[in-house]
């Protein structure tokens, strides 16, 4: 890693969903470095060990850090981590979710629109809707990326309240080759597309 680029950042409370947070480093000492967060409001703990993705020679590498301040600073929470493991490939993209919320992506779910879109990875993503909804419910999702209209039948994964009658949903995709939907493809497509972007975006490449 060096100052300028573009990492992901890893939660405990996410490790079982894998979602992917962008930052860019700002300063590195040794093994202790300095990275700016683009979301805020992320509940971290200083002390806490994280996980660290980053782009290495065209290869997605992942490292095992602790944490040791979390400054809710303007324009951007700051965060100072130190590494603790070596890097190892994490080529399997698939496996992780990106955050898209800085990136305001919507959804459509049943009869509800412009449900804001949280993060996604090649079988599933995760929504803020006002629906009620139980685990194992199945229900016609439309996402847009680039122009593109992708559909499909998802299955609710989990929920978590979020108050004043929002709620988050995680869903998982239950197009296969046998059915006339195509979210699977969009999904693979945006994961990817989002995760390259806002590496490159961070390092200034874009």
């Excluded at 599933?124 to 194992?136: K, L, Q, R």
């Excluded at 046998?178 to 945006?190: D, F, V, Y």
Aim: hydrophobic share 35%.
């Amino acid at each position: 890693m060096r100052i300028g680029d573009g990492v992901f950042v890893q939660i405990p409370g996410e490790f079982d969903h894998r979602v992917l947070h962008p930052a860019m480093i700002l300063g590195i000492h040794e093994r202790d470095i300095t990275a700016e967060l683009e979301e805020r409001e992320l509940p971290f703990e200083c002390g806490e060990p994280i996980l660290v993705y980053y782009e290495q020679d065209t290869v997605f590498m992942q490292q095992t850090a602790r944490l040791n301040s979390y400054d809710s600073a303007e324009p951007g929470p700051l965060i100072e981590f130190e590494l603790t493991g070596e890097p190892s490939s994490a080529e399997s993209r698939e496996h992780y979710r990106v955050s898209t919320v800085m990136a305001n992506l919507t959804a459509e779910l049943g009869n509800e629109s412009l449900c804001p879109l949280l993060d996604v990875s090649s079988m599933g993503f995760s929504v803020i809707a006002s629906e009620d909804y139980e685990i194992g419910n199945i229900v016609d999702a439309v996402l847009w990326y680039s122009g593109q209209q992708f559909a499909g039948k998802v299955c609710v994964q989990s929920i978590r309240e979020l108050g004043k009658g929002r709620i988050r949903y995680g869903f998982h995709s239950l197009e296969d080759s046998r059915t006339s939907g195509n979210i699977n493809c969009g999904l693979e497509a945006m994961s990817a597309s989002i995760q390259r972007q806002q590496l490159q975006r961070l390092a200034g490449i874009i």
